[in-house]
């Protein structure tokens, strides 16, 4: 049409040139979808997606960029109507490059085509669910507009849906302080204005009505009560047959096409039969139904003959019978195909009449000249009796009445009882308002709100019912829900009653396990059975039934038990058994249910159990009726066996959760687990898998379908095909079988304490990939089981991606283990969507040992000892160090004080964060240059941020008058001369660089005189003290440059002591050169570091254990309260999403006026975090809740002078962020206005624990898992780590308690609670540097053969916790002769790599020892810090240059041609030639020629293996490499264009390579 229609022109303006929420209440036909579409063009515009303003005569309307998501989110009420949106908005929006896709249960969505659609058109269920699954980035979070079509079902029991979404979306709104257009669309209601009030909407703005004076055809209104004198259901409905006949042949006499509206499926089919027998018999069949009167029978004719052949083809027996009669047949039983075929013929003429059912007047737009109800009464299967057809029902029925643009008007005919037509025409003359229907599914959308976070207590749980349409009408019509009017009068808020619908519902959830509720403080907190049931759509009345059953079928439930229990959900109590279908189940039963059936069919779950495995089985089913059934329960099937699954793989029932794992994806696929899993394949012929399977299929025992048919790629062939009885394609057989995704696991157990082990466990995936059959990524499930007990202990979802296949994925999982040890457990692996693809791997526990692991942790107690002043230090420059700080020291420095200031003896301290004892190592400082002023202190620090942190703080106390020290850092970031390093007092180190430079205390350089190792004689050997902070990371990656440190520091001071000479005059112990202080947290193995760092721990004399000093983790200054909390989740960010509102609830109730402190992964997580914090402080109307300053001007003048975008916006809200991407200008304002309580609430990475001493009151650890580049996954916090970000908990002198909150993963859980307060063992990480380190010996002469290396290793913490706890390391048992021989066999081992890699050379001899010495490649390794295998690559690289530059060189001698002056580089598209790039280097292209193949053997070397590549780098890597001179490739490099080979790979995927990067 070339203009609006009047309606559409009224509000035209509100629609196209404002953002308000609108509501159109029109009568059908009057236009409203093309409102829509305004608001959809108007969207569209304002978020930059087509045009950029509206022009007319007077005025130019341009909104702006809008800060609102770009998506549209059409809701229409069924799914035949979406796919009609889909198809009209799509027509018209494609030449705009607008992308509409439907998102319903049939048209299923990837994350990917999601996100690149526009304008996604979906059912109310369906949207219900995305939001349920909310958070940042969520789909949910990208919708800018929705569109709520027929929004006055809110009075159906569907309403429920549409006002639990638009609440939750109202509540989001304001939370995030985002804009989201909602517009409605409804029908003429007598209330609209109360769905306005629900909507958001302003009424004097965005309210618009239109009576029935606004239909575009007008419509003439019939009324036929029939009078029945008998009961008899059969004559009632034969008269009614008579009406409608009389009805439909005077319409069609007109030569009007009729709608027939009946209200049961099997009701179209039946008054299309009555219809045509009535007319056969009349005579009048083919002069009215099939043929027609005037010039039109041709047209009527030929269309009948175009639809002839689709219409015989299908397989719906009566749509082939009554289109013979010129009829057709339209209810939602009917397959998708088949609707869309009765729609075109009616629409163009094929059929003159359609029986259908309302869900036609619902869904499709498909008007006719005269439209019929039959009949008013419908059954209601939840009541179990007749009831009266809404009038809502009624109204859009004759809105469809008269087709625009081809009737002048329409006729609408109800034919009802004659007592029912009096009620019919009362409603229409006094239109009833619409009530909400929301109690009765208050329980399930609650526990949604719950799982999705928005509610965690009752009190938030009456303000969400506030929002919805239930509230509106309690208010208006109290009596209508329960509230008499002395209640009212009582309680004219309502506040009472929503508690006690609120307080009932979470009663009912939590007595189902689907809510904690506790009624003293009304807090609601989520389970994992509601949590799936949310996620899943699960009813909460199947949820109790599924509770009891399976309870009851614990122990070992059979196949068909767990199928019984799943046919008895809720969700399918509305199969209804009828008679007639009674025989061809029972047929069905017997021929293709290979599992028995513990229901009766003539109960619902008998024959939902009937028809499901038929389905599976891939019978024919013929009723119709049972085919529409069949396909009800199989679009449920999958989503309530995959919740089933979820429910019991939480609750570690292991037998139920594999059998509903395989139920599912049986139920997915149509065929059986123990079937063969080539069934996967359509293109194999039907005898393979006879073939393959078991006979009996059905057994218990009989699932090894999988494993024969592996077995298969074991023979050639011709063998394979003849055992198929497929000669010819026994190849593509093997071909298939290599597709199915099959995983090779190893695993290696590591026992940790007596009850707990470490399975280290690899996943190589051994298949072909393809993306026919994988897709992008493949998923497995992994759990451990014990069988005998029938639990599982872990689970865990592994994937697969297209992009790293096929290398293997690695996994570290903490197993408990109970006495007596068992025998074996087992893992396993099962596909996520491979029909029969399992593995089962045993895992024996005959080799583990615990016996060395059962010893007690050995804990110092506590004196209660008067504190000891800071005079004690008995000298004035020393007392003053402290003299701003405090004026005596803690309890744990007092008790320490005396073998610290008064002995030279070494010392372990383990005690928890915040304990003093940095104070500590201080003391034995000025302890050492009391003694010797001329010695140094070596302070090792495991992070740079922590050494930068005591660089700052000791330069500034122990540099300043009167001490004057010179403290220097020596880290990857700093280099000093020797001369300064020689002069310093106080050394700051980090591990490896210490470790470089000890290596040197011989002097040895091996040539390399420019080293550190060279500058390391003189320097090592004066240190008299070394400090070791945070010891206990000996077990973590790096702990084996420190478990070298201590071993050499050790050994170096007994060498010199005897280069010296030095021995006790009374013949005792001499303490040694150097004195080595570890600090730690609490430890569950102290002797064992305390021996290694020379402490005597066996005597039993005054000496014995001293130094030894192992605290409780209780032992703290401030006593800490913590909080462990688990959250579901097995996606990352979504997880991180729902921590937000807990974040701020634990601020605003544990820390309301403390600063806190909130400690996440990632520079994104910090921003992210604060946003959220933002928003929820902004719905309690008080945005500057953590901001303690008196005038907004001074905050917003320091965040101009940020340099940090998201920080200048968030500091002014009181939240600060912290993490490495800062400047450190910017770090150094924030923890300045953190420190000072300018702002209360700062956001850190997890580095900030171990850097920036700044204490809160409050801790909370978001989170314990970090994005690991190296893996690309995510892994847990070292517990270390955890315990060092706890420990910023409680400010000493300020607090009384510190509160730590750890928010984890759900399963981390129990984990964390065992290992927070008990220590956890240190172990040794030597092993995986063992080459490293013996080449570093060895290349400065402290080993020369192999008894020599043994002897080595007796220093190393490495071989005390071998001799305790052999299993972890490998060893066979503790025994003497099995350590010894295990020790030989780990130097042999390593010496023969070394010698493999050119690092040193061996000299044998007699017997099993033989001299070992260093080699040049050794050396450079030992003095430049290099993995053991570099040198050799390196030597590798420059010799293949020589040769092909020698190559290059005689061939120009030969042909006398000078090589060209360009060549080739390999670019991101193609390859090319560039000119001149050689000037960049030298004019000599040969010369730029060796130092692009140089470049290219020093990227490639193994140090940059563990380079991280993190998420969507590779994007990053690529933009970068089109602006290189080389290229992305250096390998690729050369002269001449025939030497250039293509790349043969994904740009992207080599981009994610770290050499690449």
Known sequence: CDSLNPMQSTVFDAAYNTRENLLICAPTGAGKTNVAMLTVASHLRDVGLIGSGYHDDDHFYDNGPVTTGKKIVYIAPMKALAQEVVEKFGSKLKCLGIIVRELTGDMQLSRAEADAAHILVTTPEKWDVVTRKGGDGSLGATCGLLIIDEVHLLADERGAVIESVVARLHRWVESSQRQVRLVGLSATLPNYEDVATFMHVDKAKGLFYFGPEHRPVPLQQTFIGVTMQTKDRFQREKKMDEVCYQVVTDALKAGHQVMVFVHSRKGTGSTAKALGERASMEGELERLFTGGDGGEEGDENEARTRYMDRVEKSRNKELREHFGNGMG???????????????????????????????????????????????????????????????????QIFGRAGRPQYDTSGEATLITHYDAMARYLDKLVKATPIESNFIKQLADHLNAEVVCGTVSNINEAIEWIRYTYLFVRMCKNPLAYGIGAAQHESDPTLRGRTRELAIEAAKLLDERKMVRYNPNSGNLAVTNLGRTASHFYIRNQSVATFNDMIEKKRSSPTDADLIHVMCCADEFENVRVRAEELEEVDTLKKASCPLKTLAPVEEFSGKCNVLLQAYISRARVNSFTLISDTNYIASNAGRVARALFEMCLKNGHASAALKFLRLAKSCDHRFWWFQSPLRAFDDLKKNVFVALENEKVSSEEGYTTFEKTVSLLDLVPEEV???????????????????????????????????????????????????????????????????????????????????????????????????????????????????????????????????????????????????????????????????????????????????????????????????????????????????????????????????????????????????NWKVLELSGDTSHDSRALNNSDVLICTPEKWDLISRGWRGVSGGFDSSSASIGKRFVREVGLLIIDEIHLLGEERGAVLEAIVSRTRFISRFVQAENKVKASNGGNVPELTRIMGLSTALANPYDLADWIGIDTEGFGVDAKQGLYNFRPSVRPVPMVVHIQGYPGRHYCP???????????????????????????????????????????????????????????????????????????????????????????????????????????????????????????????????????????????????????????????????????????????????????????VESCLGERMCETINAEISIGTISSLSDAIGYLKWTFYARRVRLNPSYYGATSSEEDDVEDFFLSVVQDTVDNLQEHGCVTVEKTEGTDYYVGGASLGRAASNFYLQYQTPKQMQSGTRSLKNMLAQHASGTKKSQVAPKDAFLLGNAKTSFRVQGIQTLISKNVVSTYGIAKILHSLSHTHEFNELPVRHNEEELNLELSRSLPWGYDLGKVSFWMDKQKGAGKNILDIMLDPHTK
């Open 329 to 395: 047949i339209h209810h939602a039983g009917m397959l998708r195909h088949d609707r869309k075929l009765t729609e075109q013929m009616f629409n163009d003429g094929a059929i003159k009449v359609l029986c259908c059912t309302a869900t036609l007047a619902w869904g499709i737009n498909l008007p006719a000249h005269s439209v019929v109800i039959k009949g008013t009464d419908v059954y209601m299967p939840d009541k179990g009796c007749l009831v009266d057809l809404s009038i809502l029902d009624v109204q």
């Open 721 to 963: 095909g003849q055992m198929c009885h497929c000669f010819r394609d026994g190849a593509l057989i093997q071909k298939k079988i290599r597709l199915l995704p099959r995983v090779k696991c190893t695993c290696t157990v590591h026992p940790i304490t007596k009850n707990t082990l470490r399975f280290s466990i690899e996943l190589e995936p051994i298949f072909n990939w393809s993306a026919r059959y994988h897709g992008g990524a493949e998923g497995f499930w992994l759990w451990v089981e014990d069988s005998e007990n029938n639990r599982t202990y872990h689970n865990e979802y592994v994937l697969f991606t297209k992009r790293n296949h096929p290398d293997s994925t690695k996994l570290e999982l903490i197993i408990p283990v109970f006495d007596p040890l068992p025998q074996q457990y087992f893992i396993r692996i099962v596909s996520d969507s491979w029909v029969g693809v399992e593995h089962l791997i045993p895992v024996s526990f005959r080799h583990v040992l615990l016996g060395g692991l059962s010893s007690p942790t050995f804990f110092t107690n506590l004196f209660d000892l008067t504190p000891l002043p800071v005079t004690a230090l008995a000298d004035p420059r020393y007392e003053q160090l402290y003299h701003n700080r405090f004026d005596s020291f803690n309890p744990i420095q007092t008790q320490l004080f005396h073998i610290l200031y008064h002995t030279d003896k070494p010392v372990l301290l383990g005690a928890p964060t915040g304990s003093g004892k940095t104070t500590v190592a201080e003391i034995a400082l000025l302890r050492m240059k009391k003694q010797n002023p001329k010695a140094k202190c070596v302070y090792i620090a495991p992070l740079k941020s922590l050494a930068r942190e005591r660089l700052k703080e000791w330069s500034k106390r122990l540099g300043a008058p009167p001490l």
């Open 1135 to 1321: 997880r991180m999403a729902t921590m937000n509102k807990p974040c701020y609830a634990a601020i605003k109730d544990l820390s309301p006026n403390k600063p806190s402190m909130i400690f996440v992964a990632s520079r994104r997580q910090t921003r992210l975090t604060a946003m959220d914090l933002i928003s929820h402080s902004a719905t309690e109307e008080d945005t500057k809740a953590f901001l303690n300053c008196d005038s907004d001007e001074y905050i917003e003048a320091i965040a101009s002078t940020l340099n940090d975008e998201a920080l200048k916006h968030t500091i002014t809200f009181g939240i600060g962020l912290h993490h490495a991407g800062l400047t450190s200008k910017d770090r150094e304002t924030v923890e300045k206005l953190y420190l000072e309580g300018t702002i209360q609430v700062l956001i850190a990475t997890a580095t900030l624990a171990w850097g920036v001493n700044l204490p809160a009151h409050l801790v909370i650890v978001k989170g314990t898992e970090f994005y690991d580049g190296k893996l690309s996954r995510y892994v847990d916090y070292p517990v270390t780590d955890v315990l060092q970000m706890m420990g910023r908990a409680g400010r000493p002198q300020f607090d009384k308690e510190g509160v730590a909150v750890i928010m984890c993963e759900e399963s981390k859980k129990n984990f964390l609670k065992k290992f927070l307060y008990d220590p956890f063992p």
